[in-house]
């Protein structure tokens, strides 16, 4: 098993459930077949499909073998068409050198979620109403007509007196802003040494960033080792259903220690569907590259932190 799985398994079934994804058992019939060959137990709990994984996963997907099992109080045919959505969610979600398992798990259920009738979670908390829907016009409008800020000096808009009580700027590292059908993307991402510093510098942007703090969503998350190596890790999706538990999902995933990241989004009008996930995530890492948080390849504890451009 290669370690990208290893540790994309351990975190799905920290999230979801300890057999989430399980191993198939050995038995004397597929004693020579089922290396690499998982269970994955679907959100419903009432079907679980076969999925191997290559041994060059992430550069190849997994496939997806059939149904494990079906409960006995779905209807007939939900197996099949359980492993129909799997394969479909996968080809969608699936980008090559990138783990796709916590993105293929809550896609599914999304789908399995809506196909079965249940109310599914709103997309754009803010977009319910007509109301709603002037107030993010409006907001996006004062988006597109004034240049997201990328720099880590003060703003104008902060009085002198309030900077003083926050302090200095939280040295944050700024991704590239992504736009989608009028959605604005940007993370940055911050190294801290505590939940509490983590905090700090979140409410340290929400106060004198105006543009910010309007914003549709904040995501935020962080992951911190505390002394006697006691870990931390937190999230908040601010309203965008599940996109806290991704961009903690990612930073797991690439393995990031001591750093804290803000994913903002100006919502656009139009609603994006999975590919707003596939956004934020995109932004997070991009701020953790640029701020060299990722581990050096090569050194045995990570080595020293690559100097991002700030």
């Given at each position: 098993m290669s370690e990208d799985l290893d540790n994309e398994i351990e975190a799905i079934n920290s999230i979801y459930g300890p057999n989430t994804l399980v191993p198939l058992p050995l038995t004397t019939s597929n004693f020579d077949i089922s290396t690499n060959i998982y269970i994955l137990n679907l959100p419903s709990d009432a079907i679980a499909v076969r999925l191997h994984f290559p041994n060059d996963y992430p550069l190849s997907p997994p496939v997806?073998?059939?149904?494990?099992?079906?409960?006995?109080?779905?209807?007939?045919?939900?197996?099949?068409?359980?492993?129909?959505?799997?394969?479909?969610?996968?080809?969608?979600v699936f980008r090559e050198g990138e783990v796709c398992l916590f993105d293929l798990v809550e896609e599914v259920g999304d789908v399995l979620k809506g196909e079965t009738g249940q109310e599914d979670a709103e997309e754009e908390s803010t977009g319910t109403s007509h109301g709603a829907e002037e107030r993010e016009k409006k907001e996006m409008e004062t988006v597109e007509d004034q240049p997201i800020s990328t720099h880590n000096g003060g703003h104008q808009s902060t009085s002198t007196g309030l900077a003083q009580q926050l302090g200095e700027a939280p040295p944050w590292t700024i991704s590239e802003v992504v736009t989608e059908k009028k959605s604005v993307f940007i993370a940055r991402a911050a190294p801290v040494t505590s939940p509490a510093q983590a905090k700090q510098y979140i409410y340290h942007l929400l106060s004198t960033d105006k543009k910010v703090a309007k914003a549709t969503h904040?995501?935020?998350?962080?992951?911190?080792?505390?002394?006697?190596?006691?870990m931390y890790q937190d999230c908040d999706d601010d309203g965008e259903t599940a996109a806290g538990g991704r961009v903690l999902h990612l930073m797991q995933v690439m393995d990031l220690w001591g750093v804290v990241v803000v994913v903002t989004r100006w919502y656009g009008g139009v609603q994006l569907g999975p590919d707003r996930f596939r956004i934020i995530n995109s932004v997070a890492r991009d701020a953790f590259v640029k701020g060299g948080f990722m581990k050096r390849e090569g050194t045995k504890d990570g080595g020293e932190r690559k100097k991002g451009k700030k």
């Open positions: 997806v073998l059939g149904t494990q099992h079906v409960g006995g109080d779905v209807e007939k045919g939900a197996g099949t068409r359980a492993v129909e959505i799997v394969k479909d969610v996968l080809r969608l904040n995501i935020t998350a962080w992951r911190i080792k505390g002394e006697g190596n006691t």
